[in-house]
């Protein structure tokens, strides 16, 4: 079965503080590995895609990597307006073809503590 | 904002009922994705329509349907609601049907069954 699992559950830093977060995932064959930031009440808010191992990407504190068996985020030096939930979402083979629903992880609660 | 709209925002009902949720995705995008996020499951794919066709499915309850009209806009319709349907249920759009494009979300609807 499918799986992805994020650690820690929740993290609080303070401002500046640079930490990890972890997505871990067991799915059959990975044809994309998607970063989301959710607000409370809010819907998902798209920040990054990795397709293969080694790849990175980088927009303003944040950076994802990814490796054969997870990714991790990267925050550097956070500010309050970074607190929120990161989800992390695998997109597994189809074997019959065709496009699939992601598969989210249950998130890291990161708080930002001035 | 994403650009997709959802309706209504916020839903009360009780059980035995039915209700419709209704989704319109970005401008352009022709592939619509329904989602359940709950507490305890997190977030879990339910169906994806491409350009009117239902393309795949998860983990969607036989009393739940769904149908994406000519102009787009997708309707998910739940019956013989139960306590545990209580959520929220998000709508995503991606462009076209190809697997790896990005899916950006709505707002969501809160459905509360009594």
């Known amino acids: 079965e499918d799986q992805v699992t994020q650690s820690p559950e929740a993290l609080r830093l303070q401002e500046g503080e640079s930490s990890s977060l972890n997505c871990s995932y067991t799915v059959s064959g990975l044809r994309g590995l998607f970063w989301y930031r959710q607000d409370p009440g809010k819907g998902p808010e798209f920040l990054f895609t990795?397709?293969?191992a080694g790849e990175e990407k980088e927009k303003e504190r944040l950076k994802a990597t990814l490796t054969k068996k997870e990714s991790f985020l990267h925050i550097t030096a956070p500010k309050p307006e970074d607190s929120a939930t990161y989800l992390c979402a695998a997109l597994p083979r189809n074997s019959g073809g065709g496009a699939d629903g992601l598969t989210f992880g249950k998130g890291t609660h990161l708080i930002i503590q001035p | 904002d994403s650009g997709v709209t959802q309706t209504p925002k916020h839903l009360i009902t009780a059980t035995g009922q039915r209700v419709t949720l209704r989704c319109s995705p970005r401008s352009g995008d022709l592939s619509v994705y329904w989602y359940q996020q709950s507490l305890d499951q997190g977030l879990q794919f339910l169906i994806q329509y491409y350009n009117g066709e239902e393309r795949a499915k998860g983990n969607i309850l036989e009393r739940f349907s769904a149908q994406q009209f000519p102009d787009l806009h997708s309707e998910l319709n739940l019956s013989s609601l139960e306590l545990g349907d209580s959520a929220l249920y998000f709508c995503a759009s991606s462009a076209g049907g190809l697997s790896t494009d990005t899916q950006y979300f709505g707002p969501g609807t809160r459905l509360t069954v009594l």
């Open positions: 990795l397709y293969s």
